[in-house]
């Protein structure tokens, strides 16, 4: 069963969230909290399936089922065929 991908991305450390604008909840290795909020990342175009779980969910994609990818350059991208 896929999920749907996640609607926002932390603008500072990249963590996937579901409420746009509102403040990152991830902490760095020494516990202090990210100061980064959730960019909203609605276009289909921006999330791909995980290639390491086929969407069902690791430690890549954030347990998401899918991977950010507006950042990857096209030509870089899995292709669907
Ligand atoms: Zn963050
Ligand atoms: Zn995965």
Excluded at 2 to 27: D, E, F, Q
């Amino acid at each position: 069963m896929s999920k749907l991908p996640p609607v926002a991305v932390c603008t500072v450390c990249g963590k996937y969230g579901h409420a746009i604008n509102s403040a990152c909840t991830s902490r760095d290795h020494r516990g202090k909290p990210c100061k980064g909020v959730f960019g909203s990342a609605l276009n289909n175009t921006d999330w791909m399936p995980c290639a390491d779980c086929d969407g069902a969910g690791c430690d890549s994609c954030q347990s998401s089922g899918h991977v950010y990818v507006r950042n990857v350059p096209a030509h870089l991208r899995r292709r669907e065929t």
